[in-house]
């Protein structure tokens, strides 16, 4: 039997390069993509199959789509939708190009990589698209507002596209991490640097000294941190199991955050966020 196969964004670093290795080794056919031609290259040379795609630009995603079912003779198991970057800043400093920029990538990259799919997994009566979220999916934590937005309107359009995929046989599946080992902070701060004039912001003083040391100086792991294997380990799942579950915990602060927005008030609830 032909091995299985998924197509994963995002792999040069953190979370994606880490299930592409993990599930190669496994014996799936991965189509580990990113952004960069030279990231490419270097996942090539680590024995990956390795193309382009940018969720910004569609005819990426059509092409590593077309590349992905070329390689395998027309079919494809699984999608892990998982790249994507933050914009940190207070909200009343985020331009509104800075949003429509990150929900490019975020949001409606990961829409238009799934309704690729659907037509691919409906025909071959089978397939798995996985959409990675967070925890800022369903809380909100101070300065992330543009990466909330967009985690937000993901778990809508994931947990609405499940609902309606019932009859089909294709399962729809979020994973939600907590802190997780990745290169998203320092990633963030080219965008921070483009979109947040903070000098001018009546927040100058708290960006002093709070969100610029946090994303300046090196702190070391965030607390309850878990390295991106974490994640794997429970992409394996979402991709393995017969019965896979509609979402994933990952990390403490995941199903902490998840129980403590069950039981506290509204007031409450941001008043221990406001702490965070």
């Keep these: 039997m032909a091995p299985k196969s998924i197509l994963i964004t995002g792999c ?32 090539r040379d680590e024995g990956l199959e390795s193309f382009r795609l940018d969720y910004t630009d569609e005819d990426s995603i059509t092409e590593a789509v077309s590349e992905s079912l070329t390689r395998t003779g027309g079919t494809l198991d699984a999608v892990f ?31 238009e990589l799934a309704r690729q799919v659907i037509p691919v997994m409906r025909a071959q009566g089978y397939g798995r698209i996985i959409n990675c979220s967070s925890v800022l999916g369903f809380v909100t934590l101070r300065w ?3 990466y909330n937005a967009t985690k937000f309107a993901l778990e809508g359009l994931t947990d609405t596209l499940r609902v309606e995929m019932r009859d089909t046989p294709i399962k729809v599946i979020l994973i939600e991490p907590g802190p ?8 963030s701060i080219p965008h921070f640097e483009k ?50 579950r509609p979402r994933y915990f990952v990390t403490t602060p995941t199903y902490v955050m998840a129980a403590l927005k069950r039981i506290l008030p509204t007031r409450a609830m941001d008043w221990v966020l406001s702490k965070a």
């Design 12 to 43: 040069s670093s953190g979370i994606g390069y880490d299930a592409a290795k993990t599930l190669h080794a496994r014996g799936w056919r991965v189509f580990a993509t990113c952004r960069s031609e030279t990231d490419c290259e270097r996942l």
């Design 180 to 187: 997780v080992t990745s290169d998203i902070r320092q990633n």
């Design 195 to 244: 979109w947040i004039h903070w000098q001018a912001s009546p927040r100058r003083a708290q960006y002093e000294a709070e969100l610029r040391q946090r994303l300046y100086a090196d702190n070391g792991p965030d607390r309850f941190e878990l390295p991106a294997s974490a994640v794997s380990a429970k992409l394996v799942h979402a991709l393995e199991h017969p019965n896979p």
């Design 81 to 111: 939708n998982n790249g994507a970057f933050g914009t940190p800043g207070a909200v009343e400093d985020l331009p509104t190009q800075a949003l429509r920029d990150i929900f490019e990538t975020n949001f409606f990259g990961y829409h």
């Design 144 to 146: 992330r507002g543009a």
